[in-house]
């Protein structure tokens, strides 16, 4: 598994790179999606352990694959002490090899204070790229340098000289004003820009002349010089730009540049640019950055198919961001900008249809296309002679940080005139120590916990994706699902006549074997290890043991429709069946309820026997509510502790659907998913407990808290799932309501629910209809999780998964909220909710 997260990291890594520049990415989106994912995999790297570090992440280092690379070294980065520097100090070293860049990656994105002495001496001692990577890491980091820039800046490596140029920026004293002038004069024309873009930024008014000159010779490396020109230029000077789009080698880049212009002079030019297949993307976007038009419904055609040029191209090219720019439809853009025209002025600038100004430049990086966001970030830099340089490259919400401290900065204020008439940075750019910026921001500050709440000071788990909750719970957040066919039952296909078996998320080399109380004892017994292990539990307080279990409502439901259809038999003449066979067959007790009885007198004890509790269970209590059982569960272990007669308590549940019985069940049922039933459940199985203590005895006893439980209700409905009549979230949307309402602010913080749904329509529906009613309470924003996505149906053990996923989201820093509302649902009608809160506030 840990071998998939991997290769999963690298994937997102690269989707990563390609949303930084994709027109069709905003930074939320970019951070929501690919980043997100990215970091759930090297979470889940950095949970795996030593044996992950030596089997998978060392040798990881050699890959010829960069995003590998990069994601190995920011695992190993994350680690604590310098057992592995070493070993990513000699992947960077090594320029000859990809991995040098995979490795500058990860570490340009992730400080490390411990690793400051080793980039400095490579930046002594290494090869010229080798040292241009380490001086970029080192700006990112903002450590300067231990010697002068100016030998970087007038090297003939072009790489080192650009590093150089761009690690002035951040230390100007570093770089005397003669070799900046050089790297202006610099023949190499990726140098000579860099060099204009890092003397604008200082406020080196004369380098503008420069800039003008290289418009106007219309030199190799011609389009950097042309947008800094629109973005800094008068509007007398933009007849450059324009004169340029005749030129067929810089149409494309000076069409680019007018859409940073602003400048309504540039519309009419864009409009006629449109009407050319090869330039009309570019054009359009240009035309939106001006005017503000978003390309969709009329204004935007239809792309047209890649077709190869002759029969010997294959394979149609490969494809940049330009490819997912909308294509135009001209007449109507048109026709649009001669209504809006009147709107506009041509004395002001525009950026996206607003007057160009800080508050419209900061809402542009914020909210606007990757695509165009260095050009932004850079004019930002420039304005702000270097007080906010923005790193586009950067983790997301590193640069959410960096844009609201612009905020507050400039507060609307910004010079907005050209950049001749700056004047030279008074902005002192002192270093700064390296700061430790881990993986994930941990919880920081303690907070007490919600009046009446019970503390949850241990988990533990054992589900189809791992033996312990760590494990598991990180998969899940990965989105890592491992269904397998399931051999006890089989479904003939129509289309093809084939049998195929049933698929679910089983347990096999727990489980495989064992059935009935054997099956949940195993179980159950892996997930109390997994608890202890976790929670380091020590003999002395009294303990409880409160476990919820199957009902056997669906059991019993399709034993019952087999008893009904048996006696609605009659002989070929018309008379009823054998009345006394008939008789034997009610007589016969319910699987259901043998099960139960079983469960009641024999799973505790031979549980407890296997997983011996520290210091004995001083009481214990079984109960059959399917999901909403584990709620039931908790209300009694409240009660027990705060009565006095238990210290702590341990809640869970334990099932198994992937059974013959339950599979046989939810097939007659018509609730099992197949491929010719695709709304139905996959069976699962898992166990998962919580030891529950008041918080102020954990408190005193110095237990830490890994979650709150601070509201939960329990209700039902008046029918069961066949009682003939549909649910209409009448007691789900209660549960809920009851549960907010007894919360401080009414679930005005609450940004998560995990919803036990599991794929079947009567859940869907009266999820639905629960939604409705609760129009006016504050969840219409909340992301959701689904346990079933991953696990399946785990029904009676659901509620004590969903605790684990919420407390672990805590524990790593990665939700989005201080507070999780979680609702189960019964078969037979009950309906249950409780809410959680982290022990911690980031």
Known sequence: MARDFLADAAFFWTLREQGLLAPDYSLEELQAGPEQRLLACLDALQLGGPRVTRELLLPALSSDEPEQVACAVSVLLSQPGQEHLGAVRSTLADDAHPSSQGAAWALELHPSPRAVPQLLALLDEGAPAVQAR????????????????????????????????????????????????????????????????????????????????????????????????????????????????????????????????????????????????????????????????????????????????????????????????????????????????????????????????????????????????????????????????????????????????????????????????????????DESPVQADALFQRGVLQRPPPPGALAITGLGMVSSLGDGVVGSCAAARVGVA??????????????????LPVTGHAIPHLTQGYAGVGRLVRLGTAALADLQHHSGMQAGPRTGIFLNLPSGFLLEAAERQERDAASEETEPDGEAADTDTASDFDETPLLAEALRERYAETLLPRLLAQAAVPGGITQQAVFFGDSPGFVTALRAAERALRSGALDRCIVGGIDSIVEPEWLE??????????????????????AAFVLLERA??????????????????????????????????????????????RLEDRGQTTGLVIADLDGTVPRAQDWGYAQLRLDSVPLKEAVTWYP????????????????????????????????????LWGWNGERAAFHLRPPSAR
Not at 149 to 178: C, H, I, M, N, W
Not at 486 to 493: G, I, K, P, Q, S
Not at 665 to 686: F, H, N, S
């Open 665 to 686: 069940a939810l097939d007659a049922l018509r609730m099992l998913k197949t491929r010719e039933r695709p709304t139905g459940l996959m069976p699962g199985e898992g």
């Open 134 to 429: 380490v001086l970029d890491i080192l700006t990112a980091w903002g450590t300067a340098p231990s010697r002068s820039l100016d030998e970087a800046v007038t090297s003939k490596d072009s790489a080192l000289a650009q590093a150089g140029l761009r690690a002035a920026r951040r230390f100007p004293s570093r770089l005397e004003r003669a070799a900046l002038q050089r790297a202006l004069e610099s023949s190499d024309a990726e140098v000579r820009n860099t060099a204009l873009e890092t003397a604008l930024r200082l406020g080196h008014a004369s380098a503008w002349t420069g800039c003008v000159d290289a418009v106007r010779r219309k030199e190799a490396g011609w389009g950097p010089s042309a947008a800094l020109l629109a973005m800094g230029g008068d509007p007398q000077e933009l007849d450059l730009l324009l004169k340029a789009i005749e030129d067929p080698a810089l149409r494309k880049a000076a069409l680019w540049a007018l859409g940073l212009s602003g400048r309504v002079a540039a519309v009419g030019p864009l409009l006629e640019a449109m009407k050319d297949d090869a330039v009309a993307q570019v054009a359009a976007e240009a035309f939106c950055a001006i005017t503000g038009l978003v390309l969709t419904g009329p204004f935007a055609s239809e792309a047209e198919p890649w077709t190869p040029d002759t029969p010997e191209d294959e394979e149609a090219p490969p494809l940049g961001p330009e490819h997912a720019l909308p294509v135009p439809a001209p007449e109507a853009v048109a026709h649009w900008w001669r209504q809006a025209q009147k709107d506009f002025s041509p004395q002001v600038r525009y950026l996206g249809g607003k007057p160009f100004g800080a508050e419209t430049l900061l809402d542009a990086l914020m909210t606007g296309p990757l695509r165009r966001r260095s050009a932004l970030a850079l004019e930002l830099a420039i304005r702000s002679q270097g007080a906010f340089q923005l790193r586009v490259r950067d983790w997301a919400p590193r640069q959410w940080k960096t844009l609201q401290a612009a905020k507050a900065g400039l507060q609307g204020r910004l010079p907005l005139g050209p950049f001749r008439a700056f004047s030279p940075s008074a902005v002192l750019v």
């Open 696 to 741: 102020d005895a954990a408190s005193r006893r110095g237990t830490p808290a890994v979650a709150y439980v601070d509201a939960m209700a329990v209700s039902s409905e008046p029918g069961h799932l066949f009682a003939g009549k549909p649910h209409v979230g009448v007691a789900l949307a209660s549960v809920i309501a009851e549960v907010l309402g």
């Open 788 to 823: 079933a996505d991953v696990w399946g149906g785990l029904g009676a053990a659901t509620g004590a998964f969903a605790v684990c996923m919420a407390a672990r989201g805590f524990a790593r820093g990665y939700l989005p909220t201080s507070g999780v509302l979680t609702w």
């Open 482 to 499: 491992r269904p397998d066919a399931l051999e006890d039952l089989t479904f003939v296909d129509e289309d093809s006549g084939e049998s």
